[in-house]
């Protein structure tokens, strides 16, 4: 549809949903002559979409015109401490930190005091901290990434979420593609390893169900009971951070029966022989004591995917957020290239579809404008997983300094809120409250982060600015326009950057572009202004404008990838042996190694307990997470311990019990919810604010700053604890 269509004396708007999350919906905003949003919907003509929206977004209104809103710049009082004010979860509050200014004067102190740090400490000792609170093109990193390269400040390694599971799959397949999401009614079997499809990617879901109306089986493989295990035909309800063996267990089951598709492997595949020989020494009996299942059902479930055609995978990031996780998903993404399920319609797999949108990324955020920096060069990275070290230790050490590995004096936060998300929570608060870190948080709502800022800014909501995006679940490109103005003296993060940037005297034309025109640098047009983009060849700034949502356009049968080569690797070759690893000098195979921290660990007799820190089903990470009615939603288990009756039971713990969960990283004080939804030796909680939890902590003041083994990204899943009735 066009950008605005008026009926009466209203006007319906489109737009995408910009928060982190595969559907990337249409939606399509009502609007009335007054100009104020009225009503959200799903587009109806999106194959996608279909017409609906999530719970979370469908009282998407609600969260724009919240009382809690952030409408004007803030600035910490004199003499105010940084940290949550009074008492936990007591509302209002965090505004007595602060007093109003103006956007000109907030502008010129941050501006004058970056550029102070920068002088002082060296331009390296500012960190930028963002990630997809929205996955708008220009929204996650456009004029933002402009501004940073030219200021010569540290750049952010964003590992937290998808890291070490995209780089896992990109060693077996050199891209991110997978089977589309209309292609799952063709399946006759549906495996979701890790994916709580009704929960985290519910317009999957109608597609799910017209397979099994067909006939498919559904079968999730996840150590917790989700919407979408307690759903399913059969779910087997695995160890936590143990996938890699349960992969490897189903692969020696269809090499030792003949179940692979030896003409697919042939023409397709490298490292074939070697992968057979490591799988051997995984036998169903050797991972039934890894896993926690029975030989049986291991042989089963290797049978029946093997055997079931088509049979698809749909593998979240959940499975790669263990110590192991990127080897459990490169293990789990080899299957189908064992099996030849690329070959059938509705075969294959599907983690992540973004490899398919090849915007003009350099154009976006201009790499180049580093060599003006003072540095001349690019800047250090600094992982976003290790935030807690970024902020206490980074810096510290004998012949750290300005010149080489200066500290962090300055941290400039949009698009996330690491008080309440970042791992290892304890050594983060005690970073983002040195009196000697500077702190802007560029936000919508007063949350954990910016409790600890000197400048609070208000944000924008995707009915408020114009932006581009595509999607990691599916193969449309979207155009999102803006419904309403901003509320408030909210202000887009393309905006804002522009602003400082003319405010610090940067004076290249890139920081004068508009929406629009970066818009078209990221379609990256010809002279004809059709995109230069692969896949994006019959698309220009206004046939998008103009349709709202465009497919990609493939070669003939590239929609379904991985049904013939070449594919983007070193050998040309679906790789189970992988020639990029082996160059590094690291194990080109799959192998199972414990986590640290699991029950296999060293650490097991102190902390027995698995601990899953899960995502609640009505917020999007800690987004949505203030606001009243989604925490009704969430009622039942806020501020609950999920426990298995034999855990408790061994503890003397009774359902409604207050009880008391730590390790060496910190202690959270919680309700104990007495459940089989875990297993026994697992217990679970969910995300929350921490100044929205009892006694002000969240489970991220549990879990550890140990990367994974691919993609140094963060482990939320490999934790251990103990548990006590207070």
């Known amino acids: 549809m066009a950008a605005a269509t008026q009926t009466g004396p209203f006007r319906i708007v489109y737009t995408v949903c910009s928060h982190d999350c595969p559907d990337s919906c249409a939606v399509l905003v009502t609007v009335n002559s007054e100009g104020r949003a009225v009503k959200v919907q799903g587009d109806p003509a999106h194959p996608v979409t279909q ?12 969260r724009v015109y919240s009382p809690q809103r952030i409408l004007h710049p803030l600035r910490r009082k004199p003499g105010i401490p940084k940290g949550p004010l009074g ?20 502008l010129a102190a941050i501006a004058s005091r970056l550029q102070q740090i920068a002088a002082t400490h060296g331009p ?18 456009s004029m933002d990434r402009r501004f940073f390269h030219r200021l010569g400040a540290s750049q952010l390694d964003r590992t937290i979420c998808a890291e070490a599971g995209g780089q896992a799959f990109k060693l077996v ?16 079997l549906i495996l979701a390893w890790g994916a709580n499809i009704h929960g985290t990617n519910v317009h999957l879901w109608p597609f799910v169900e017209q397979a099994r109306r067909n006939g498919a089986r559904l079968i999730v493989i996840d150590p917790y009971r989700t919407r979408t295990a307690a759903l399913a035909d059969w779910h087997i309800s695995i160890r936590p951070g143990t996938d890699a063996a349960l992969a490897l267990g189903l692969m020696h089951v ?18 074939f022989a070697p992968l057979s020989e490591r799988v051997r020494a995984y036998t169903p009996e050797r991972v039934a004591q890894i896993t926690g299942l029975t030989p049986a059902e291991i042989e089963q479930l290797a049978r029946e995917y093997a055997t079931t055609k088509p049979a698809v995978i749909r593998m979240n990031y959940g499975v790669q957020r263990s110590e192991n996780g990127g080897t459990a998903v490169r293990a789990i993404a080899m299957l189908p290239a064992l099996t030849g399920a690329w070959r059938h319609l509705g075969g294959g797999a599907q983690l992540s579809m973004s490899g398919a949108f090849q915007w003009n990324s350099a154009a976006i955020e201009r790499p180049d404008l580093a060599l003006a920096s003072p540095l001349g060069r690019l800047a250090r990275v600094v992982n976003m997983s290790r935030l807690g070290h970024a902020l206490t230790e980074l810096g510290t050490l004998p012949g750290e300094g300005p010149a080489n590995n200066p500290r962090v004096h300055a941290l400039f936060v949009y698009n996330s809120n690491p008080a309440a998300i970042a791992p290892n929570q304890n050594a983060v608060r005690a970073g983002l409250q040195r009196p000697d870190l500077f702190t802007v948080v560029h936000e919508q709502f007063l949350t954990d982060t910016t409790d600890y800022a000197d400048f609070v800014l208000p944000a924008t909501t995707f009915l408020e600015h114009t932006d581009i995006q595509g999607a990691y679940g599916h193969y449309f490109v ?3 326009n803006q419904a309403i103005a901003p509320v408030g003296e909210s202000r887009s993060n393309v905006w804002l950057f522009s602003q400082l940037a003319q405010r610090c005297g940067f004076t290249e034309p890139c920081f004068g572009d508009t929406p629009e025109e970066m818009i078209r640098q990221a379609l990256n047009p010809d002279a004809t202004g059709h995109s230069q983009n692969p896949g994006m060849e019959h698309i220009t700034a206004e046939s998008l404008a103009a349709e709202g949502h465009i497919h990609l356009q493939f070669p003939e049968g590239a929609a379904r990838p991985f049904q013939s080569g070449p594919v983007p690797t070193p050998t040309g070759r679906i790789e189970f042996y992988s020639e990029t690893l082996a160059a590094a000098g690291e194990d080109p195979l799959p192998a199972f190694i414990p986590p640290t921290e699991s029950r296999l660990g060293p650490d097991a007799a102190r902390f027995p307990l698995e601990f899953l820190p899960r995502k609640a ?37 009774q359902d409604g019990d207050p009880i008391r969960i730590w390790n060496d990283r910190g202690t959270l004080n919680l309700t104990a919810l007495v459940s089989e939804k875990v297993n026994p030796g697992v217990v679970a909680s969910r995300l929350d604010w921490a100044k929205l939890t009892p006694g002000g902590q969240n489970v991220n003041s549990l879990t550890s700053e140990r990367l994974t083994d691919i993609g140094q990204a963060a482990t939320f899943y490999s934790t251990l604890v103990e548990v006590a009735k207070v």
Request: glycine share 12%.
């Open 478 to 480: 979207q155009q999102s």
């Open 617 to 653: 089903d009505n917020y999007m990470n800690s987004t949505f997470a203030n606001l009243d009615g989604h925490r009704k939603m969430e009622a039942t288990t806020n501020h609950r311990l999920e426990i298995h009756p034999a855990d408790a039971a061994a503890r003397g713990i």
């Open 173 to 188: 397949y050199g891209k991110k593609l997978g089977t589309p999401n209309e292609e799952f009614p063709k399946s006759r």
């Open 124 to 141: 390296e000792s500012i960190l930028p901290y963002s990630y997809a609170g929205t996955i708008g093109l220009l929204g996650y990193g």
């Open 254 to 271: 269809i090499l030792r029966e003949g179940l692979q598709d030896q003409h697919y492997i042939d023409e397709m595949t490298h490292g």
């Open 51 to 62: 017409g609906f929206l999530c719970g979370k977004v469908a009282k998407y209104l609600d």
């Open 87 to 106: 008492k936990t979860g007591e509302k209002g509050r965090e505004l007595e930190a602060f007093e109003p200014i103006t956007w000109d004067e907030a």
